[in-house]
């Protein structure tokens, strides 16, 4: 069965903080997909990155940055200098192989709130 | 190019009634996905649709219920709502070309449903 858990509920920092969001998944499929979503007030997801399992190559985005290690079937997603503009519910999610369709198991979420 | 659409944004019905929300995805995505998010379950799964045609379905009863037109619009129903019926209902639409990678889905605003 697939599973995705964010083990941290809320993390509350302050400004310009180095803040870690952590994610670690469950699948039998040797191919899958991970994937960052942030959901502001406004209640829409937003897409943020992809992974697919066969590429392990971290990336960095601007602030954003995106940990990928199959071997502690992690996916963690680092933000630099946060900033209130942050403030959201991150969301990790994880899909099968393309053949199965695009659905999109995602974890509890985890409610990051940055003070000014 | 405009965004995934849904109507209506907001709803309120009574235990009993059924509802109809529609879902209008980016132009040229084929694949529309719906989900069910409430502070209790999370984000969940609801269906997907593909050419007109359900490729796959979350763990909900058959109270739930959805359609794909040609025009790659959707709408789902939900019949006899119950008071746990309440949630925000996310769509989500997808490019989803033959022989290409995954590709990722964009989500809508989503419709708030209350039930009372």
């Known amino acids: 069965a697939q599973k995705v858990t964010q083990a941290q509920t809320e993390i509350s920092v302050v400004e310009k903080e180095d803040v870690t969001l952590d994610c670690v998944y469950e699948?039998?499929?040797?191919?899958?997909?991970l994937f960052w979503y942030k959901q502001p007030p406004s209640g829409e997801l937003v897409f943020l990155i992809r992974?697919?399992?066969?590429?392990?190559q971290n990336e960095i985005s601007g602030r954003y940055s995106w940990n990928f290690q199959k071997s502690t079937s992690s996916f963690n997603f680092t933000i630099t200098a946060s900033q209130v503009v942050d403030s959201a519910v991150y969301f990790c999610?994880?899909?099968?192989?393309?053949?199965?369709?695009?659905?999109?198991?995602f974890g509890q979420g985890t409610e990051l709130s940055v003070k000014p | 190019k405009a965004g995934v659409t849904q109507t209506p944004r907001y709803l309120i019905k009574t235990r009993g009634q059924q509802v109809t929300l529609s879902c209008s995805p980016i132009?040229?995505?084929?694949?529309v996905s719906w989900y069910q998010q409430t502070p209790g379950q999370g984000l969940q799964f609801l269906f997907e649709?593909?050419?007109?045609?359900?490729?796959n379905k979350g763990n909900f009863p058959g109270r739930f219920s959805g359609r794909q037109f040609s025009n790659s619009r959707s709408e789902m129903n939900v019949s006899t709502l119950e008071l746990g019926d309440s949630a925000l209902y996310l769509c989500?639409?997808?490019?989803?070309?033959?022989?290409?990678?995954?590709?990722?889905?964009?989500f809508g605003p989503g419709t708030r449903l209350t039930v009372l």
């Open positions: 132009s040229g995505h084929r694949s």
């Open positions: 992974r697919n399992s066969f590429d392990e």
């Open positions: 699948t039998r499929d040797t191919t899958y997909y």
């Open positions: 989500a639409s997808s490019l989803d070309l033959a022989g290409g990678l995954y590709n990722e889905q964009f």
């Open positions: 649709y593909f050419s007109e045609t359900q490729r």
């Open positions: 999610a994880l899909s099968g192989p393309r053949n199965q369709g695009g659905k999109l198991i």
